[in-house]
C-alpha cells in the first residue's frame, strides 16, 4: 500500500528566503504528483502537477521530481506571509488511487 | 473557475444521531468524492462516483454511506454519528478518475459529541 511522507512537519522560513518542502513515496508505479495549498478554514487549491521526472515551475512554485528516488520536492521562491499555510503532497498511480501526506506547515516570517 | 460548495460549513452532532453532508459542483465534472481530514493524518478517501445515481467505495468506507442524486450534488451520510467520525470532510470534483487535478470545497468541520 502505498506510504506518502513528508517533510518536515513545519517550518519557518524569512519572507524572501527559499521554502523547500519534500515529499517520499513508496510505490515505484507513481505516475502523477501534484502538491496542494491548504490555507485554514479554506479548501485546497493545487500549486503545481508534476508527471515525469524533472522540474515543473508555475510561477513561485517549483517541483522537483525523481522516480528512482522515490522523491518529489516543492521549492517556493520569494516566500511571503501570505504563503503560510499548509502544504499536501498527493501521489497517484492511476484510477481514482491518491494518497495525501500529512503535511508541513509553512510559516513565514515577515 | 471551477466551484465546489459545501454545506455545512461546520456542525455538531450526537453520537447516534444522522448526519448529512451536503456538496454541489458547477464544474460540469463526472468524478466526486469525499475525503476526510484528520489531524496528522493526509485526507482518505471515503466515498466517490463518476455517475449520477452510482457511488463507489473507498478506502475508508465502513460507517458512511454516500449518495449521487445528480451530477452536481453529492451527499455524504453518517446513519449513526460516533465519536471517531469527528474531523474535516471535503468534497472534490475532476473532469476524468485518472491523472487529473482535484477540485476541491472549502471543507465541514464536523464534531460529534
Known amino acids: 500500500q502505498q506510504k506518502v511522507q513528508q517533510s518536515p512537519e513545519s517550518l519557518t522560513v524569512s519572507e524572501g528566503a527559499m521554502a523547500s518542502l519534500n515529499c517520499t513515496f513508496s510505490d515505484g508505479t507513481s505516475n502523477n504528483f501534484r502538491w496542494y495549498r491548504q490555507h485554514s478554514a479554506k479548501g485546497l487549491e493545487v500549486l503545481v502537477s508534476i508527471f515525469s521526472d524533472g522540474e515543473k515551475e508555475e510561477g513561485r512554485f517549483t517541483a522537483h521530481l525523481n522516480r528512482a528516488n522515490l522523491h518529489v520536492s516543492l521549492h517556493i521562491r520569494e516566500p511571503q506571509p501570505s504563503d503560510s499555510a499548509v502544504y499536501l503532497c498527493?501521489?497517484?498511480?492511476?484510477?481514482?488511487?491518491?494518497?495525501f501526506g500529512s503535511g508541513t506547515r509553512l510559516l513565514v516570517s515577515p | 473557475e471551477a466551484a465546489v460548495t459545501q454545506s455545512p460549513r461546520s456542525k455538531v452532532a450526537v453520537t447516534g444521531g444522522k448526519v448529512t453532508l451536503s456538496c454541489h459542483q458547477t464544474n460540469n465534472h463526472d468524478y466526486m468524492y469525499w475525503y476526510r481530514q484528520d489531524t496528522g493524518h493526509g485526507l482518505r478517501l471515503i466515498h466517490y462516483s463518476y455517475v449520477a445515481d452510482s457511488t463507489e467505495k473507498g478506502d475508508i468506507p465502513d460507517g458512511y454511506k454516500a449518495s449521487r442524486p445528480s451530477q452536481e450534488n453529492f451527499s455524504l451520510i453518517l446513519e449513526l454519528a460516533s465519536l471517531s467520525q469527528t474531523a474535516v470532510y471535503f468534497c472534490?470534483?475532476?473532469?476524468?478518475?485518472?491523472?487529473?487535478?482535484?477540485?476541491f470545497g472549502h471543507g465541514t468541520k464536523l464534531s460529534v459529541l
Open positions: 498527493a501521489v497517484g498511480t492511476g484510477g481514482y488511487k491518491v494518497v
Open positions: 472534490a470534483s475532476s473532469r476524468q478518475i485518472s491523472n487529473e487535478r482535484l477540485f
